[in-house]
């Protein structure tokens, strides 16, 4: 079992940044993939970045590729997301997720584990 909480939303104009941080729980966490995803009002849950259990591999969105980063630290059981240039496409609720067949997957039914989510608000 792995538990996820996310941490770091907020109100944040346009332009500006944010860092999401996730910290997990459990007794295999250390060997799942993570990942990100962000469901806006009215719209289905979506990718965002996914990184592998040691950080040697990532996959982005392509329309966060270049402006969010996702980083992990293992030995604190925390996986990270900066969010640079935000625009106000970016306003979503954002979900923190373990993936244990350990691919860097898009698809929301690879992962096994989500957290409760943490909301991003970006105004004009």
């Known amino acids: 079992q792995v538990q996820l909480v996310e941490s770091g939303g907020g109100l944040v104009q346009a332009g500006g940044s944010l860092r999401l941080s996730c910290a997990a729980s459990?007794?295999?966490?250390?060997?799942?993939?993570m990942g990100w995803f962000r469901q806006a009002p009215g719209k289905e849950r979506e990718f965002v970045a996914a990184i592998t259990w040691n950080g040697s591999g990532t996959r982005y969105a392509d329309s966060v590729k270049g402006r969010f980063t996702i980083s992990r630290d293992v030995a604190k059981n925390t996986v990270n997301l900066q969010l640079n240039r935000l625009k106000p496409e970016d306003t979503a609720a954002y979900y923190c997720?373990?993936?244990?067949?350990?691919?860097?997957?898009?698809?929301?039914?690879?992962?096994?584990?989500w957290g409760r989510g943490t909301q991003v608000t970006v105004s004009s």
């Open positions: 459990g007794r295999t966490y250390s060997r799942y993939v």
């Open positions: 997720a373990a993936n244990s067949a350990q691919t860097l997957a898009e698809q929301r039914e690879s992962y096994n584990y």
